[in-house]
């Protein structure tokens, strides 16, 4: 097992990719921590993780907020010794599509506290449990959102953005104490979430939601979205040792997305 009596702390971890990549890091060995701001979905997580005879937490945590964020990690280092691998997945994203000449700061702060903001503060309390120790590795979920602009939803994109130059950041940081930082950034992915904006967009543009997808998957070379388990195994591998080597580098899951008309993007 490649995460055998590790530690791994994954936000977002109640549903879709963070969901995902909770239950193969507790296949694989590792004592999962799943935290976030819905208990309800959290709890579902660990009570699944812990039915297969794995070790698992759920401890809710609006991870936008400092008290929480640190109240958080003092509860897994006082519970379970350490911190040795922390997946940033939690992500926000408002339903409204919007210029930036329309932008309203609520909009903006409400997107970017969570994913950029969110994402510092819980490399911070992690990285403190990971310095003395000289070990650790911090795997940030960014998006393609991070890597190619995404027209009306600035804010996402722009956190997106900040994600990757966080992680860039903290390895040359950290790594003088053995300390790895990579992302994963992923286009569209099969989830409840997506569908859900999928089908929000295909009554708004009067469309079937099956035109919708077709217009969709047009822009992905494998003609797919990339499902939650291939997401976690990006994410199982750069966290594990066989990425030992890698630091500071962004690895694309995407079926091989390209954008050819942004405007059809959901």
Known sequence: MRLKD??????GGGSGIGKAIAMRF??????????????ELLRRTAEEITARGCRARAVQTDIGDET??????ALVVEEFGRIDILVNNSAAMLPQEVDVADM???HWNAVVEVNLTGTMLC???ALKSMIPRRSGSIVNISSMAGVIGNPRRSAYSASKW???????????????YDIRVNSVSPAATATERFASSVKA?????GHSYEEQMQKILAHYSLKRLAQPSEVAAAALFLASDEASGITGQNLIVSCGFHMLNP???A
């Open 104 to 106: 309203s700061l609520g």
């Open 123 to 125: 490399s911070r309390e």
């Open 68 to 73: 929480q964020v640190r109240r958080m990690a």
């Open 6 to 11: 590790k530690v791994a702390v994954v936000t």
């Open 26 to 39: 507790a296949d694989e060995g590792a004592t999962v921590i799943v935290a976030s701001r819905t208990l």
């Open 201 to 205: 967009r295909a009554e708004r543009l």
């Open 162 to 176: 900040g994600m990757l130059g966080l992680a860039e950041t903290m390895a040359i940081e950290a790594g003088p």
């Open 263 to 265: 405007s059809e993007i």
